[in-house]
Structure formats: structure tokens, C-alpha cells
């Protein structure tokens, strides 16, 4: 299946955009989509270990399965004060 991960602040800002499509199978988990995300933009591999996956507006835990239609936006660190 075909899964959207919106991308926000500094995992946006290094990809160039504020999202990006990633195939993962049937059942996926949430590490899964991770692992996807960094296959196909390498440059999100920091923000992909340092950050979490929401799902549906929910932070998941990396054993969620991912289902078709469902929101996942990647959570990248962010540092300041």
C-alpha cells in the first residue's frame, strides 16, 4: 500500500517538501513506514531515529499498524527554547 507522511519544521525543511509517499506492505507497522521513509529520502534518516510517527493525530508506538487512508506525519526533534 501507498502510505502520505507529512513531513513538518526541520524534517520539512531538509526534504524540500511537507510530504512524501512511501509503499510499505499490507499490515505495515509504524517502524516500517520509518524505514521507508529513510529508503526513499536518505536525508530524513536523522529526523526519521530522532523523531516518532503520529497516526490519526495520535503519537504511535513503533509496533502500530499502519492501515490505508490513515494520517502519519513524522514528528521530527525540534530544540530551542
Given at each position: 500500500?501507498?502510505?502520505?507522511?507529512?513531513?513538518?519544521?526541520?524534517?520539512?525543511?531538509t526534504?524540500?517538501?511537507?510530504?512524501?509517499?512511501?509503499?510499505?506492505?499490507?499490515?505495515?507497522?509504524?517502524?516500517?513506514?520509518?524505514?521507508?521513509?529513510?529508503?526513499?529520502?536518505?536525508?530524513?534518516?536523522?529526523?526519521?531515529?530522532?523523531?516518532?510517527?503520529?497516526?490519526?493525530?495520535?503519537?504511535?508506538e513503533?509496533?502500530?499498524?499502519?492501515k490505508?487512508?490513515?494520517?502519519?506525519?513524522?514528528?521530527?526533534?525540534?530544540?530551542?527554547?
Open positions: 500500500m501507498e502510505v502520505r507522511v507529512l513531513l513538518f519544521g526541520p524534517a520539512a525543511s526534504f524540500g517538501r511537507g510530504e512524501v509517499w512511501v509503499r510499505v506492505r499490507d499490515g505495515a507497522t509504524c517502524r516500517e513506514v520509518l524505514e521507508a521513509v529513510t529508503g526513499v529520502a536518505p536525508t530524513l534518516a536523522d529526523h526519521a531515529r530522532g523523531g516518532r510517527l503520529a497516526v490519526n493525530h495520535e503519537f504511535a513503533a509496533g502500530r499498524v499502519v490505508g487512508g490513515d494520517e502519519v506525519a513524522l514528528i521530527a526533534m525540534v530544540s530551542g527554547g
